[in-house]
């Protein structure tokens, strides 16, 4: 069973930047997609940026500010956020689907967006 650890997470001011990392203690042969997620208090967890066949796919609320990249190499997914703002405050977790029926999930790295 893989486990990924995430870290980077932490208290920024509004306009900053955090770079989130996702690494999996294995190699997850057969990934089809990497992808992070993130739930704010009250609020249904949702997709937020993911690479699937090697295109990457963000929510409409990030786009122009994330970017999600993957280092197949060291078997880690980074999630880049700028320009951060108040909205983006969330537990964020990152998530690796593999074939046949492989569902990996981080355990959550907070994300506070405040001045």
């Known amino acids: 069973q893989a486990q990924l650890v995430e870290s980077g997470g932490g208290l920024v001011q509004p306009g900053g930047s955090l770079r989130l990392s996702c690494a999996a203690s294995r190699s997850l042969a057969s990934t089809i997609a990497m992808g992070w997620y993130r739930q704010a208090p009250g609020k249904q967890r949702e997709l937020v940026a993911i690479i699937i066949d090697g295109r990457t796919k963000y929510v409409d609320s990030v786009k122009g500010r994330f970017t999600i990249s993957r280092d197949s190499a060291k078997n880690t997914v980074y999630l880049q956020m700028n320009n951060l703002k108040p909205e983006d405050t969330a537990v964020y977790y990152c998530?690796?689907?593999?074939?046949?029926?492989?569902?990996?999930w981080g355990q959550g790295t907070q994300v506070t967006v405040s001045s």
């Open positions: 998530n690796v689907k593999t074939i046949p029926a492989g569902d990996y």
